[in-house]
């Protein structure tokens, strides 16, 4: 089955502490994306990503970095500089860019100890 | 600038009831989709609907509908006989071109609680 996968489902972090989640996709997609959901909120943009190797800041991307080293991967870090890093993670992708459906993963919860 | 709004935060309708999620968008895209996404309580954004902006036919899916309309630059969707699994917050989306970048902008989400 062709889909997007996220791990860890739930992440902790210890305070100045870097982690990364996961997202891999199967359906040989081009683009790749990361939200942050926040409770009761909608979704604001991290990073996307249209090819490997490349990648651009979204909305919110101070505190956060990505790498896209293989079509199928966009692994996102949230580095010690984000001070508010609790929330609901989403990874999406699509075929391309601009006017492509967006499939999304289960996404991961980030809490912070 | 483009700009999704769902002004209904939270809908509380009781099973069976008729519901509608009201969508007004603003573009200046004359190429643009639309979308509808449902989070269900576990999380995951599943995909409902996507439409374009020269096909303003109205859709349906089952107990699912949905109304474009330009002129009032709205996107509604409507839930039929509503259920207790229809239970989760609701997306719309919006796609543009946006003058050579992309954007996909996410309206705030509305709450559905259908209640046995």
């Known amino acids: 089955d062709g889909g997007i996968t996220q791990s860890p489902k739930y992440l902790f972090r210890k305070e100045g502490q870097n982690v990364t989640l996961s997202c891999e996709q199967n359906?040989?997609?081009?683009?790749m994306y990361w939200y942050r959901q926040d409770p009761g909120q909608g979704l604001r943009l991290i990073y996307y990503?249209?090819?490997?190797?490349?990648?651009q800041k979204g909305d919110i991307a101070e505190g956060y970095s990505v790498s896209r080293e293989k079509k199928e991967s966009f692994p996102l870090t949230v580095t010690s500089a984000q001070k508010n890093p609790t929330a609901f993670y989403l990874c999406?992708?699509?075929?391309?860019?601009?006017?492509?459906?967006?499939?999304f993963g289960p996404g991961t919860r980030l809490l912070v100890l | 600038a483009q700009k999704v709004t769902q002004a209904q935060t939270e809908i509380s309708v009781v099973e069976k009831e008729d519901v509608t999620l009201d969508c007004v968008y603003e573009?200046?895209?004359?190429?643009?989709?639309l979308f509808w996404y449902k989070q269900p309580p576990s999380g995951e954004l599943v995909f409902l609907i996507r439409?374009?902006?020269?096909?303003?036919q109205n859709e349906i899916s089952g107990r699912y509908s949905w109304n474009f309309q330009k002129s009032t630059s709205s996107f509604n969707f409507t839930i039929t006989a509503s259920q207790v699994v229809d239970s989760a917050v609701y997306f719309c989306?919006?796609?543009?071109?946006?003058?050579?970048?992309?954007?996909?902008?996410f309206g705030a989400g509305t709450r559905l609680f259908v209640k046995a």
């Open positions: 999406a992708s699509s075929v391309g860019l601009a006017l492509e459906t967006q499939y």
């Open positions: 359906l040989n997609h081009d683009a």
């Open positions: 990503s249209q090819i490997v190797n490349d990648f």
């Open positions: 573009t200046r895209d004359t190429t643009y989709y």
């Open positions: 439409r374009n902006s020269f096909d303003e």
């Open positions: 989306a919006l796609s543009g071109t946006n003058t050579g970048g992309f954007k996909t902008i």
